[in-house]
C-alpha cells in the first residue's frame, strides 16, 4: 500500500505561482509512476501532469503545457507540481496519484492510489 498526501494548495490571484506537493509513503520502494489530476466543481477528473518514476519523462495537458512543471524527488518520495501563471479555470481539487508501472500514464483508471486532494482557488 502506498499513502499520498498533496499539500500547498490554497487561494491565490490569476498570474500567480503556486507549487503543490504529495508526499508518499508506505510501499515507496517500488518504482510507480506518478500524475497530478484535477477536478473541478460539475466536471470529471482531468489528468494535468505525469512522469516516470525516473523523471526522465513526462507529459502534460494541454491546458497547462508551458505553465505547468511537474518532478519528483524520489530520495525524499514526493512529486511536486510547480503552477505558473495561474488561470482562474485552473480551479480544482487536484490529485496526486501512483501507477505501479514505469511508464508515463495519463489514465486515472490505470492509476491504483490517491491522495485526498488540495483544493486550488485562481480568483480573477
Known amino acids: 500500500q502506498v499513502q499520498l498526501v498533496e499539500s500547498g494548495g490554497g487561494l491565490v490571484q490569476a498570474g500567480d505561482s503556486l507549487r503543490l506537493s504529495c508526499a508518499a509513503s508506505?510501499?515507496?520502494?517500488?518504482?510507480?509512476?506518478m500524475g497530478w489530476f484535477r477536478q473541478a466543481p460539475g466536471k470529471e477528473r482531468e489528468f494535468v501532469a505525469a512522469?516516470?518514476?525516473?523523471?526522465?519523462?513526462?507529459s502534460y495537458a494541454d491546458s497547462v503545457k508551458g505553465r505547468f512543471t511537474i518532478s519528483r524527488d524520489n530520495a525524499k518520495r514526493t512529486v511536486y507540481l510547480q503552477m505558473n501563471n495561474v488561470k482562474p479555470e485552473d480551479t480544482a481539487v487536484y490529485y496526486c496519484?501512483?501507477?505501479?508501472?514505469?511508464?508515463?500514464?495519463?489514465?486515472?483508471?490505470?492509476?491504483?492510489?490517491w491522495g485526498q486532494g488540495t483544493q486550488v482557488t485562481v480568483s480573477s
Open positions: 512522469i516516470r518514476w525516473s523523471g526522465g519523462s513526462t
Open positions: 496519484a501512483a501507477s505501479c508501472t514505469t511508464a508515463v500514464i495519463t489514465v486515472p483508471s490505470v492509476y491504483d492510489y
Open positions: 508506505g510501499r515507496t520502494s517500488s518504482r510507480y509512476a
